[in-house]
Structure formats: structure tokens, C-alpha cells
């Protein structure tokens, strides 16, 4: 061999970043984004994939390259040299991941933190004033804790909302109410660019609200509230899954988020405000009588879109 | 000092086939009895991921019912975790570490086979939950959904738990103390072998955080036969406290399942490679570093549960910090293998492959410690990719590297060398195969535990599937070579590798007593290539000077 062995060194250094660094913006693993919150979280993602990316290289590149330059010759009892360790390259191979997972802490907290996750209401148990008060009626003694009524916000995001949603996860269908005009809904319709809050609880067992464009998920629980607060920017349908095991056909538990602008928006809201009034009753009437699997999927597959080819199997 | 203890061993001077079905205090027969029984469970556990992922083979829930599909997944996990790996580290521990460090038995021998004779009830009992409806619930179990969905299943599933649970503390204070105490006299903590080490900080961890798990299963089980609400909502319970006490056990139980293997790495790379460990004490420590950090973590399974935001960012940080003592193993293997002689037999391939694959493991779990990233992916196929690189990937592969390894000294027969690879090469093509797939099915949208999903992910999913198939024929050398070693094999000899630790000083399969007399420490664990002239912390010592100096 010619080439000074730096200099292989060097140009192996300098690939090696080259291919971590298109590969970080380049893998296309992630859907779509629909709001900026998503991007974010994409271009954390990318970094993490850009030093994953050279990492992986590195490692795998000593194994292949160990493979075929220290083999072990036929008959060659002899052993290799006694290195039982050096101390500043474990000392550089114990600093690097060090300042690594410090720069991603770092980087994680202000994604998290420009997401809303640190909004004060959602990282206290009581909002300060209603503590405050709750102190002052019982003089100073604190009030049991009372999980159904609702002053626990848990979740991600509590900005000012343009626009509040009561969302129930019951097994397997979302259900999506809009307060300000009494619309009732198994798909949920959000305008472009607006603030949106979701208040959510679950009435059976646990669930979890995941839309993958908006990389968001929050567990929803039954007996407290959790929030889900997010700004859409991009029209479009995008689905809600139910993220967290809740029964046999939890893999149906999907419906759709539409992304609209404001026009069709309110469009929606307007053709829906007289259909659901009776919508509403016919809900509240199914959801207490005892119901059989069957039954109960019969009556979500409306929102679920299931068609009557899936739920036919399903009942097998 | 040990004295006391051989009486007991057992009664007679030649190892009958029979002692194996027996209540034996041998820690060798101990040892096989975990290993073959935890074998039997991994064919049971794998069937169960054969029929998931031939159900996933195609978008619509057809191949089982959703409950049964439910009851697959939840004992595939349960029998993997509590029936497979878990035993498998326990039998290379039972098996080794007397004769490791020089003693002729454990230090609580009838301790030993207790727990040892808690696993096939436990198991049995598992397995008997399908007469009943077997749990559905996930082997993580979450209330309310565990009370909710076949009682009867649910409280097998607790008890046979608590059984396999009680089984992993007696023998991890069996471990602690045989290793503290039962050391020949020139052995001290340092130059013992760091699969001791290993297991040292594995038994902590099981002893702290084990019964916190068995804690939380028996509230359970009062919620879910006597109704009273420590975790049912309904009551005024609260399911996140019953995660919080999950996870408390669960998070370490990754380390329980993997640190034992990083102790087999640490014996099977320097033995292969022909050079000694690179940084002992750095591996040894890593070791206790992890144990001690995997005991504050638990809370980051959880990130999308509720937990307060200032809660979130502290899990992720304590998490992140595991990158660091799991990263000084990693590379302190790779500067082991660097400018050794590296024999690529059967047990070295998979020690290597297991380098290359929990890598992958260890780099996805950075990424889902950052809180931000892991909203989108918790209870994604993202997260079932990224365990299964270390699980499978990880302990699996280390778990066969260790296998192979010591096969002569624990039979006393050679195996063939020609299946050993084929099996890794099939192993290592299947793992890959599969459970690569799985991250980006996770990116892009597809959550887990769930039968029916969107039909944009069918090609990856038939993809996994495929894999899956590889690994189950993968399983077919390794049964031929078994069989086939212990019956037509030579025999093996005392040392075939020319290793040094005190095991490959006695006969193949050792006798009763271990030693014909007791062993001789005349060299370090890892003292190869190195003259018995030579200061052996020359370099090292030399090396902080000039550190200190600057
Ligand atoms: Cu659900
Ligand atoms: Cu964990």
C-alpha cells in the first residue's frame, strides 16, 4: 500500500459524515407533516438519525473490517498483543456519547417545551388559582382530590384554544362533541391554522389519541381528563388510531381527522348542528343499554367506516 | 469454607440422566435443568410469534379470532421475558459462576432447586390459562382493560408471575452471595471474570425491583377478585399508579434479560479473538452503572400516560445517560476484536452479530428516550422493532454465542461446527428481516398489538412475516446439531478453546465436585498474549500519568 494510512483515515472520516448527513434528511421515513409542531419534532428526529446514522457506520465498519484483516491464519496458535486497555481513548469514548445525549436532552426539551408539554396547567396537578381557593374554603386544609372533576389537565399543550373539543374513547369508536354548538360527530372536523384543544376522557378502559401526522399521542383515561392541543396547518384527512391495547378489535378503534378551511369548516358545522340533536339521543339511549360486541361495532362502524365486508369477518 | 455445603450435593458419585428430573442440588445439574427448560419454552413462546405474524401476513383478522390473536401476543411476551430469557441467564449463572470462581457448589444449593422447581409449575400454569380464556390483556396487563377481560386468565397470568418472580429472587441472592463469598483465595473482586460481574449487578437489580412488580400484581389480583379499586377508576382507583409500580420492575427487567449476556460477550470475545478484555474495569463498572441507572427510568414507558411535563424531562434525561456505560461496552468489545485473532467459529459469529444488532437496539433506544420523538412512536411497531433488537437481537444472539461456547464444557461432547453457522447465518438473516421492517411500519403509522391494520403497510408487514418463517427454519440446525453432538459427537476436551478462566481448568462435563483439587489462579481471566514477566498494568498506569501530567 501507497496511501499513508491518515489519509485513508481521513477520506473514511469524511464519507462517513457525508452519508450520515444526507441519510438524516434523506430517509423519508416519516408521513406527512401537518402542522408545525410535526416539523420539529422531524428535524429532532433528523439529527438523531444523521448520529445514529454515523454511529452505525462506525461500528459495523470495525466489525466487517475486523472480519477480514485480524482472521486468525490456519494452525496459528500464537495470541494477539496483550492491549489491556488505553485510557484516553476510553476517556474520549466515554465523553463523546456524554456530550451526544446532552445536546439531544437539550434538543428534546425545547421541542417538548414549544409543543406546549411544560404549559404551566399541564405539568401541575390544580391550576394555581383554583388551588389557591380550594385552600382558603377549607382554611388551609387541602381538599381530597376528586378525579372526576375535572381540574386535572394532563396531556400536551393548553394555549389559548379558537376552538375546544370533548373527545370520549369508548370501546372501539371516538366520539367528538362540539360544546359551542352542540355537534356530535365520529369523525373530527378542525379548521385550518386555528388553535385547537381537545378535552378528553375515556369511558371504559384506557385509550390513546394518536394522529402520526401531527406526531402527537396522548393517552386518554377514564376518570380524569387529558388535553391534546395542536395547530394544524396543511388541509387534509388524516387518521386517528387508538394507540393504547383497549380490547379485541382495539386495531379497529380508527376514524378521521379533516383538515379544513374555515369556510368548509363552518360549512360542516352548520349542516351537522340539526342533524345531531337527535343524533345525540339516539347515542346517549345505545350507550346505556348493555350491549353485545356485535351490537355495539354495528353501531360504530358509521364512524369507523368500517365497511359490512370487514365487520362480517369480524363477527367470525 | 465450602466444606459443609458438598455433602448435601447428592448422593451418589456418578451423574445419572435421572438426577435431571430430579430435586438435585448439583448447580450444574441446576444450571442444565434451566437451560433445557427455558429451551422448551422458547419453542412454545416462538409458535405463538409464528401464528401472530402469519396473521399479520395480510391487513384483515383472519388466520385467529381477535381474542385469541390478543391471548398469543400476551403469552408470546410473558413466555419470552419470564419462561425464556430470563431462566437462560439463571442457567448460564447456575452453571458457571462456582466454577468460575473455584467453589464446588452455590452458597444456598437446596435454595437453588427451589428456585429452580418454582419455573415448570409456573410455566404449566401459564400455559393452562387457555382451558380458561389465557390473558388478553398484554403481558404489561394495564387495568382497567386487565380486569375487564376474562378474570380467570387474568389471575393465572398473576400467579404464575408471582411464581417465576419469587424463582428470579431466591436465585439472585443465590448468585450474590456465591460471588461475594465463595471466591478460591487469590480471586479478588478484580480478577474475577466480568460474567460475574455481570451477574452481580444483575441480582441487585432483580433483588430491588422484583418485589415492587409482585407488590403491584397482588393489588391487582384484589382488584380483580375481591373488587376492591386500588386501580380501578370506577372505585376511585387510579391504572397509572399500577404502571408506575410496573415499570418500576419492568424497565430493569430489560437489564435483568440483557446484562447477563453482556457478561457471556466479555467471556466469548477475548477467548476468540485471542487478546484481553479491552478496559476490564470500565466493563465492570458499566456494569453497576447501568444497574444503578435502570432503577430510575421506569417512568419513561410512560410518556404519553400523563405524567406531569417536569416528570418527562427527567425520565428522558436519566435514560439518555444509560447510552453512555451500554456505549463503553460496545466499543470496548470492538477494541477488543481490533488487531486480535479472530477464529470465526460458531460462538464468536454470534457474539459478533450480537455486537452489530444490539447496536441498532442501543441506538433506536436513545432516539425513543427523547420525550418529543416518543410521542409519535410509544405503542408503535417502532418500539416492538427496537426491543426485539435487543431482546432478540441482543440476548438471544449472546444467549447462542454462550451456548455454543461452553456446549463442551457443559456436555462434554464437541458440536458441529458446519450447522452452528449455518444456524447463525440463518438467524442473523431472519432477525433482520423481520424486525427491521417494524421501524418504519412504526414511523409511518402502524400501531401495535392490533390484528387488523391499514392495507398500505401489507408489503412490509409480508416482509416481517417472511423473516419470521426464516427464523423458525433457523431453529432446525440447531436442533439437528443438539441431537446430533450428544449423540454422535466427540468427545470433548478439558480446554478446546485454550481459554483461561478457571471453568476450562477442570474435565469436560466437570465432575461432581467441580475440581479434583482446588484450582489455581496462575493468570488473570483475559491474560492472553501477555508473559508472565511482563507488568501487566504497564501501559495503563503509564498512560494516567501522562494524563495527569498534561
Ligand atoms: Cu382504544
Ligand atoms: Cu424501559
Redesign the interface.
Known sequence: MNIPGNIITLIAGILLTLISLWYGQNHGLMPIEASQGAAEVDDLFNLMMTIATGLFLIVQGVLVYSIFKFRRQKGDKTDGPGIEGNVPLEIVWTAIPTVIVFILALYSFEVYNNLGGLDSETSRDFPQEEMQMAENQNQGKMVAFNPHQGHLSLGIGNANADIEVDVNGIQYAWIFTYPDSGVVSGELHVPINKQIKLNMKAGDVIHAFWVPQLRLKQDVLPGRESTFAFNANRIGDYPIICAELCGAYHGGMKTTLHVESEEDYQKWIQENTFASAQEKADTMAMMTQPMTKESRLEMHSHHLGVNSETLAQLHH | MTTNIVSEKSQHKERKLRDYFTFNTDHKVIGIQYLVTSFLFYFIGGAFAEVVRTELATP???IV???L??QLFTLHGTIMIFLWIVPAGAAFANYLIPLMIGAEDMAFPRLNAVAFWLIPPGGVLLLSSFLVGAP???WTS?P??SL??GKWGEEIWIVSVLLLGTSSILGAINFATTILKMRIKDMDLHSMPLFCWAMLATSALILLSTPVLAGALILLSFDLIAGTSFFN??G?G???VYQHLFWFYSHPAVYIMIMPFFGVISEVIPVH??????????IAYSSLAISFLGLIVWAHHMF???????L??FF??TT??I??PT??K???W??T????????NSPMLFA?GF??SF??GG??G??VA????D??V???YFIVGHFHYVLFGGSALALFSGFYHWFPKMTGKNYNEGLGQLHFILTFIGLNITFMPM??LG???M?R??????VQFQPLNLLSTAGAYVMAVSTLPFIINVIWSLTKGTQAERNPW?ALTLEWQTASPPIIENFEEEPVLWSGP??????DE?Q??E??SD??A??SAK
Open positions: 384483515d383478522p383472519d379470532s381477535p381474542e390473536y390478543n388478553q390483556s398484554g394495564y382497567p382493560l375487564m377481560s377508576p370506577t376511585g387510579d391504572p397509572v479473538s485471542r487478546k484481553p478484555i479491552f478496559g476490564y474495569r470500565a404519553t400516560s400523563g405524567t406531569p411535563g417536569w418527562r424531562m428522558m434525561a439518555m445517560l447510552a453512555v456505549g463503553i460496545v466499543f470496548s470492538c477494541a476484536l481490533w488487531g486480535g485473532k479472530i477464529e470465526l459478533m455486537v452489530s447496536l441498532i441506538l433506536t436513545v432516539m427523547s420525550v418529543p420523538f410521542i409519535h410509544h405503542d408503535t421501524h418504519q414511523l409511518m403509522g400501531n398489538r392490533i390484528a387488523l391494520y391499514d485454550r483475559y491474560d492472553y498474549g501477555i508473559d511482563e501487566e498494568e501501559s495503563v498512560m494516567l501522562d494524563v
